[in-house]
């Protein structure tokens, strides 16, 4: 797969604290209320195990009912949620991983990320203070940082001599992230992509795409996919439609050659970005 050796096969990733991951996880922004929980169920059914979540998107204890709900065990599942800007405080941020924990009703978070690094707070150090914290005490198994760039990443490695797990980033065709994606690599850090397919903006009808999706007999959907699998990049689309969950999973029965790769990522624009998440000024709380 690409250039990025970690996979241990095309289905599951090793991250560099020892644990796995599936190489394409669920996305699970705006989904919520009852609608919510029968999206992810349906999710879960399909065969995702890897249910991305956030305090900010309001819906932990749908994704928790939704891991109840599937009969999928526990431990087969991994569940992701990310500490909002308001608590990156340390012990605000502490608080924020037990509240999580008991909105999805689990004893340990499987994947805790700090959702955007809020630079002019200057308090994200403290949050990944806090998440060194909660792992080492077994609240949290994985741990890592969402719309990191490399600055932010060296410093919390520098302050705390341990490495993000993963780094969830913006990326899609419109915007490839590949000197980003290039300096996860760097340091050991597997990149997640979040609006894989590039949202609302996809480039479903985009030659390189619609004429892959055509060569190969497959949606436009699973060539998007497929090109985060031979990037490295562990997608996490979102769908609340079923069929389309399970096109987004079976991508593992074609190869897009090196000229369609190139093609696709031809697509980049300067700015490619869906609304301005420059991490370096873009803030949440
Ligand atoms: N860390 C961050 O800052 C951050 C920011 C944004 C998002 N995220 C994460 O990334 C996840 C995914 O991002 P996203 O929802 O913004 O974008 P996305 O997954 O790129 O796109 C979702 C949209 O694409 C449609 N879709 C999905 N599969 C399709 C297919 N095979 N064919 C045609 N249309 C398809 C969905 O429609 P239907 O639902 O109607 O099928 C939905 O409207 C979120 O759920 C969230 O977990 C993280």
Same mark, same amino acid.
């Given at each position: 797969?690409?250039?990025?050796?970690?996979?241990?096969?095309? /289905?599951? @990733?090793?991250?560099?604290?020892? /644990?796995?991951?599936?190489? =394409?996880?669920? +996305?699970? @922004?705006?989904?919520?209320?009852?609608?919510?929980?029968?999206?992810?169920?349906?999710?879960?059914?399909?065969? @995702?195990?890897?249910?991305?979540? !956030?305090?900010?998107? +309001?819906?932990?204890?749908?994704?928790?009912?939704? &891991?109840?709900?599937?009969?999928?065990?526990?431990?087969?599942?991994?569940?992701? /949620?990310?500490?909002? +800007?308001?608590?990156?405080?340390?012990?605000? $941020? &502490?608080?924020?991983?037990?509240?999580?924990?008991?909105?999805?009703?689990?004893?340990?978070?499987?994947?805790?990320?700090?959702?955007?690094?809020?630079?002019?707070?200057?308090? @994200?150090?403290?949050?990944?203070? $806090?998440?060194?914290? !909660?792992?080492?005490?077994?609240?949290?198994?994985? =741990?890592?940082?969402?719309?990191?760039? %490399? $600055?932010? &990443?060296?410093?919390?490695?520098?302050? /705390?001599?341990?490495?993000?797990?993963?780094?969830?980033?913006?990326?899609?065709?419109?915007?490839?992230?590949?000197?980003?994606?290039?300096?996860n690599e760097g340091l050991g850090i597997r990149t997640?992509?979040?609006?894989?397919?590039?949202?609302?903006?996809?480039?479903?009808?985009?030659?390189?795409?619609?004429?892959?999706?055509?060569?190969?007999?497959?949606?436009?959907?699973?060539? =998007?996919?497929?090109?985060?699998?031979?990037? +490295?990049?562990?997608? &996490?689309?979102?769908?609340?439609?079923? %069929?389309?969950?399970?096109?987004?999973?079976?991508?593992f029965g074609f190869e897009l050659s090196e000229t369609e790769m190139?093609?696709?990522?031809?697509?980049?624009?300067?700015?490619?970005?869906?609304?301005?998440?420059?991490?370096?000024?873009?803030? %949440?709380?």
């Amino acid at each position: 797969m690409g250039t990025d050796t970690a996979a241990a096969d095309d /289905t599951t @990733y090793r991250l560099n604290d020892g /644990t796995s991951l599936p190489a =394409i996880g669920f +996305g699970t @922004y705006p989904l919520k209320g009852d609608d919510g929980v029968r999206a992810m169920v349906s999710a879960l059914q399909a065969g @995702y195990r890897l249910l991305d979540s !956030a305090v900010n998107y +309001g819906n932990e204890e749908e994704v928790g009912e939704a &891991l109840r709900r599937s009969g999928v065990p526990r431990d087969e599942v991994a569940v992701a /949620t990310k500490i909002p +800007g308001r608590f990156h405080a340390k012990t605000l $941020a &502490l608080q924020s991983l037990r509240d999580s924990a008991s909105r999805l009703r689990v004893e340990q978070v499987d994947v805790a990320l700090i959702h955007w690094p809020n630079p002019s707070q200057d308090l @994200y150090p403290q949050a990944w203070q $806090a998440l060194v914290e !909660a792992q080492r005490d077994g609240l949290v198994r994985s =741990i890592g940082v969402s719309n990191f760039t %490399e $600055a932010h &990443l060296h410093r919390i490695i520098d302050e /705390t001599d341990v490495t993000p797990a993963v780094n969830q980033i913006e990326l899609h065709p419109y915007f490839p992230q590949a000197q980003m994606r290039g300096i996860n690599e760097g340091l050991g850090i597997r990149t997640q992509a979040w609006s894989p397919m590039g949202k609302r903006q996809a480039p479903f009808e985009e030659p390189p795409v619609a004429d892959a999706a055509a060569a190969h007999g497959v949606t436009p959907g699973q060539v =998007i996919l497929r090109w985060h699998v031979q990037l +490295g990049s562990l997608p &996490l689309p979102k769908s609340a439609t079923p %069929e389309r969950q399970r096109q987004n999973l079976d991508v593992f029965g074609f190869e897009l050659s090196e000229t369609e790769m190139g093609a696709i990522a031809g697509l980049a624009r300067e700015d490619g970005r869906l609304f301005g998440g420059d991490p370096d000024t873009h803030e %949440e709380m």
